[in-house]
Nanobody, 122 residues
Framework: QLVESGGGLVQAGGSLRLSCAAS?????WGWFRQAPGKEREFVAA????????YYADSVKGRFTISRDNAKNTVYLQMNSLKPEDTAVYYC????????????????????WGQGTLVTVSS
């Protein structure tokens, strides 16, 4: 089970930090988002053991994914937010070892959070 928190309303240029806590063993984490009328898209991912990270081009340099192994929690720090970042953000967990390059694909994830809404006003 994954429990997300941290969404909300922020002005363009502002920052938010999303958190996602897992109750079970997770080998990889991902963040995805879905904007109204659009398909879900990859945002960022991190491998649990080595901490290798991946980012979508649209967020590279602005968002940072990190994890706290002791707390079994992953974070998404979002800076310089833009109105086009408005979406429901979902965290996802992979319960089995996976080649870390595959973590950008939503199909590898077994567990999904409930989603948290991020709204960026212009």
């Amino acid at each position: 089970q994954l429990v997300e928190s941290g969404g909300g309303l922020v002005q363009a240029g502002g920052s938010l930090r999303l958190s996602c806590a897992a109750s079970g063993r997770t080998y990889g984490w991902g963040w995805f988002r879905q904007a109204p009328g659009k398909e879900r898209e990859f945002v960022a991912a991190i491998s649990w053991t080595l901490g290798i990270t991946y980012y979508a081009d649209s967020v590279k340099g602005r968002f940072t994914i990190s994890r706290d192994n002791a707390k079994n929690t992953v974070y998404l720090q979002m800076n310089s937010l833009k109105p086009e970042d408005t979406a429901v953000y979902y965290c996802a967990g992979d319960s089995s070892p996976t080649i870390h390059t595959m973590l950008v694909r939503d199909s590898v994830y077994d567990y999904w959070g409930q989603g948290t809404l991020v709204t960026v006003s212009s």
